[in-house]
């Protein structure tokens, strides 16, 4: 009977400093596989390792294999890192059967991952799980598991919407960009002063469609610089707001000590520009934009706490969609934990079948040989000795099957006892699966 | 038949639900699962409606040998037509389902007036009985629902324009369309209505003044309604041409013009004297 078994750490648990040691790079992940899948308790295995996770993901062969595999794990990941199995173990947790389930469910459904919703953690996992079975080490019941996660992290996203809403600053920015101007191809963005911030939400806009960058600082040379990033124009800034004609998206964040762009300067512009939309971010601290633009007409302005008000809003929304989202997570984990038995507790029920059959097979061979039956007499007893074998099997193997669909945690002992006490050979490559 | 007109009146009340409920649905949490169920079912019982009522109309044709333009209920029958044709014309074109929330409740209402069109049966008067009069009302109403669309347009601008000023991402801002969709849209309905207004004018003065030979009268109040409602929309594409008048100052003129619409049709016809005034 197969058990599944789970270590790892995550950011949740664990610090930066712990997770970088217990990190595998592409070739220590193929290599470590390979050394698990010599060792004698562990059936399959898939490593995940990412910047906010290291797990393993482990099919031991029986009940009591599984606290001997967990250990295990253990054991190796401390070997292999060289660290010592006590700070594993206070860093990590470990999971059995249904709980590994859940949470790997969880983790492709991204309500594990830093951000809820975030979009790279199903790639990540897939990629891992990927080169696992590259190196042979998964086998049929991590191949059903994996998949299975797969589609509960594609079912979350489309039922749910713990993806949408932007949940940083400069993607907010593009989402409120193109709720004014509808696309942004074509459009151009005009950044004052420099600043990572505004480097990246610039970033942003060119990747979603803007055609034109303009930079203007006061430090010719600077401008020149950032310019070159984006293929932009640079512009040595002297208090001449001229350069905004043309700007339909516009990111401030000098750290000039009073407003650069005012109320009556940029009304006048707005008139001069026939009102064409503009969208204005100050991400100044303190402000380069006066308030007060945002009175004039068709020009909308954000600074910097009213980007990060809309992700907060966001991140709400996320959280409250991720209850959903765990509903989901919870159902799709049990239904495929008790699919799982179902079809693991199958080839014991076939092997017990089969060993019962082939003894009334040959004793009836026996009895044939010995005394001479008619053919009628021969189908009557033959019949009876099937009947036998049939009714005796009835209970035993109908307590097993309900065990199993109840959840109940015994029928992983009935299984093993089973295969124990009548020497079956359960073919173990689950190939029903 | 009166059956199947009240068929189309339930089936345009559902529509107009399900309109309303799809910008309910805009609210983040909760029922976003059932958004595209109910986006599809508001659409195809519009879409039903207007098959039905396109149906009822041509039976009428059919069963009587003229138009149905004799009684108010019946040009309000039509003008519903028209609204939802327009509807399903911009959806097929662009995909901007949020609209039918503002028009479809419109056309509603139209149809819900228009309720007595079965038992009004008098027929058209010997004069009216041809395709002149089809082309001219025809292309008027369309006007309309032109209008109506961009008045339509007018309101989902404002109310986004409002979100994004106040910073508020919440109730169905997600749903509406972006301030430049509107806008733009909102103004190529404007110039549409504008041009099939015209040409329905047109065709009415034409067919006046040289087929039935009636002198023309410059103090009927329809005509004079019509032309004020023609020149609010002339200035408003004027302004926006040439002084860059768009977004929130033409979203007040589309509203402004939707009401001189209102005037022209149903004002003038309730309560001043003219020569279009039905029975």
């Known amino acids: 009977m197969n058990q599944l078994v789970s270590v790892g750490t995550s950011h949740h648990v664990a610090p930066i400093e712990f997770r970088e040691k217990l990190a595998f790079s592409e070739e220590q992940l193929i290599e470590s596989l390979q050394r698990l899948r010599e060792s004698d308790q562990v059936q399959e295995a898939v490593i995940l390792s990412t910047c906010n996770r290291v797990e393993l993901y482990a099919v031991a062969h029986s009940v009591r294999n599984a606290d001997a595999a967990a250990k295990m794990l253990l ?10 199995v006590e700070s594993l173990k206070k860093w990590c947790y470990l999971h059995h059967n249904l709980e590994t389930i859940q949470h790997l469910f969880r983790v492709t459904a991204s309500l594990d991952s830093m951000v809820v919703g975030e979009s790279q953690i199903l790639g990540q996992v897939k990629a891992s799980y990927n080169r696992s079975r590259e190196t042979g080490a998964v086998g049929t019941v991590l191949n059903r598991l994996f998949t299975k996660a797969f589609s509960v992290g594609k079912r979350v996203r489309s039922e749910t919407t713990i993806t949408a809403g932007a949940v940083s600053i400069s993607y907010a920015a593009v989402e409120l960009a193109k709720k004014i101007f509808n696309t942004l191809e074509g459009k151009t963005v005009a950044i004052l002063g420099a600043g990572e911030m505004s480097e990246l ?14 930079v203007a600082n006061r430090t010719y040379a600077r401008a020149v610089k950032v310019a070159e990033k984006f293929n932009g124009t640079p512009l040595a800034y002297d ?11 516009v990111i401030s964040s000098t750290d000039a000590p009073h407003y650069l762009i005012n109320r ?26 006066d308030p007060d633009v945002s009175k004039v007409d068709h020009a909308f302005l954000y600074n910097i706490d009213d980007l990060e008000a809309v992700v907060a809003s966001n991140l709400q929304d996320r959280q409250q969609e991720a209850v959903q989202a765990e509903r989901i997570v919870a159902e799709e984990a049990k239904r495929f934990y008790n699919q799982l038995q179902v079809f693991q507790v199958n080839p014991t029920i076939k092997a017990i079948h089969q060993q019962f059959q082939q003894v009334a097979d040959t004793e009836l061979q026996a009895c044939f040989y010995k005394a001479a039956l008619s053919h009628q007499q021969e189908a009557a007893v033959t019949s009876m000795t099937q009947a036998i074998v049939k009714k005796l099997l009835h209970h035993p193997m109908q307590n097993l099957r309900c065990a199993v669909n109840d959840g109940d945690a015994d029928h992983a002992q009935y299984v093993q006892a089973l295969q124990e006490l009548f020497e079956l050979d359960v073919n173990d490559d689950n190939s029903e699966l | 038949m009166s059956f199947l007109f009240l068929l189309t009146v339930l089936i345009y009340l559902a529509a107009s639900i399900f309109q309303a409920l799809f910008l309910a649905t805009g609210a983040r949490s909760g029922a976003s699962t059932l958004r595209p169920k109910i986006a599809s079912i508001a659409l195809w019982s519009t879409i039903a409606g207007f098959a039905l009522l396109t149906f009822f109309i041509g039976v009428w044709v059919l069963q009587h040998g003229h138009f149905p333009m004799t009684y108010r209920t019946h040009s309000i029958a039509f003008f519903a037509w028209a609204i939802t044709l327009i509807y399903l014309i911009i959806v097929r074109l662009t995909d901007l389902r949020a609209l039918g929330s503002f028009v479809v409740p419109v056309a509603f209402i139209a149809i819900l007036i228009s309720y007595n069109f079965v038992t009004d049966v008098a027929a058209l008067p010997e004069p009216l009985q041809n395709y002149w009069l089809l082309a001219h009302t025809t292309l008027i109403f369309l006007a309309y629902a032109a209008f109506i669309a961009a008045f339509g347009f007018g309101l989902m601008y404002l109310i986004a324009e409002r979100k994004i ?11 509406l369309p972006s301030l430049g969709i509107s806008d733009e849209l909102g103004y190529r309905c404007t110039i549409l209505g504008v041009i099939l207004l015209t040409m329905g004018v047109i065709v009415g003065s034409l067919w006046t003044q040289y087929i039935r030979d009636v002198p023309w009268r410059w103090i009927d109040a329809k005509v004079i309604s019509t032309l004020v409602t023609w020149f609010i929309y002339v200035v408003q594409i004027g302004f926006r041409q040439f002084w860059g008048w768009h977004g929130h100052r033409a979203a007040y003129a589309a509203i402004l013009g939707f009401a001189a619409v209102l005037c022209t049709y149903v004002g003038v016809d309730l309560f001043l004297d003219s020569m279009h005034t039905y029975r």
């Open chain 1, 75 to 84: 054991e190796f990941l401390a070997q292999y890192h060289q660290m010592s």
């Open chain 1, 201 to 214: 939400t610039a970033k942003h806009l060119v990747a979603n469609g803007v055609s034109k960058v303009v």
């Open chain 1, 239 to 249: 208090s001449n707001l001229d350069f905004l004609m043309a700007a339909d998206i």
């Open chain 1, 264 to 289: 009556q300067p940029l009304a006048d512009i707005m008139r001069r520009r026939r009102h064409r939309y503009m969208f204005l971010i100050d991400i100044a601290v303190p402000r380069d934009i």
């Open chain 2, 165 to 175: 000023r106040q910073k508020t991402d919440t109730l169905f801002d997600n749903l």
